[in-house]
């Protein structure tokens, strides 16, 4: 892996039209990121509704992001199933496509035992040649990475970080001390990410930073700088935007969001559905500071499309 990972990651959204992946807002989007400043870019996770996704759609999905990003930008693919062959297949797939990194869960549902979790990121690391960032989200997986299972997964040649959702800030003291150095710790939890960084984490898997890339960008870098007094001002900006956004699916909340600030249609696939009227009016009151970037221009669809 050439490219470093960290800072401000943004967990992209897929936007969708008429049922349909909707490239021209996806490559909108992911311009309005780049030039927002921010540090990398994940495709095809939860919030990019990843389980929806034909491998059509997936592909070009890739494709975009890696061309867009030019080369400057980290590209990160979600690949991760709760069935190791299906984990591998995906994973090739984005090595193939040219992105530098392979955001892997552990697997859900089935549970398995510690030792079938490490035989998993094993055979996906032996048969790829992808480096390889592990996602653990107790609250999706119903497994949790016990410490001796961290350690030993840091063995593994090609896995290059861990991204933890618990949002326990204690777990870089413990992981650090027996993880190599090459090692980056991740935070997946945006209420979670300015102290994650503070502590020494090394960026955070955002779902926010698709409103408020730049000032997500900011506090993020802030934080990692030592500027801890500008990082806790931005992060109270943001604390309600993170507040409204988790009072539903983030996806469906996120995609209303930009669906008022940049023209992008609000769509989801079942089983998501679109959000309550409730939720919609305050996310309508918590967007209204974002609603313009920071140039001053409208960053939409349309302005896309005029290459304004």
Known sequence: MQKRIGGAITALVTPFRDGALDTVDLMAHVEWQSLSGIDGLLACSLTGEGPTLTDAERMRIIEICVELSEGKTPVIVATGTNDTATTIEETLQAQQLGADAAFVTVPYYSKPTQKGVLHHFEQIAAQTDMALIIHNQPSHTAIDLAPATVERLA??????????????????????????????????????????????????????????????????????????DVAHSIDRRLRPLFKTLARESEPATVKHALAAMRDMEPDVRLPLVGIAPETAAEIQTVIAPFQVDGSGRLASRQAFRLGL
């Open 155 to 228: 063995e593994i040649p090609g896995i290059v970080g861990i991204a933890d959702g618990s949002g326990d800030i204690e777990r870089i003291d413990l992981w650090r001390a027996f993880l190599p150095q090459q090692v980056g710790l991740y935070t997946s939890s945006d209420t979670g990410a300015l102290g994650f960084t503070a502590a020494g984490g090394n960026g955070c898997f955002s779902t926010a930073a698709n409103v408020a890339p730049r000032l997500f960008h900011s506090m993020q870098h802030s934080a990692a700088c030592g500027n801890l």
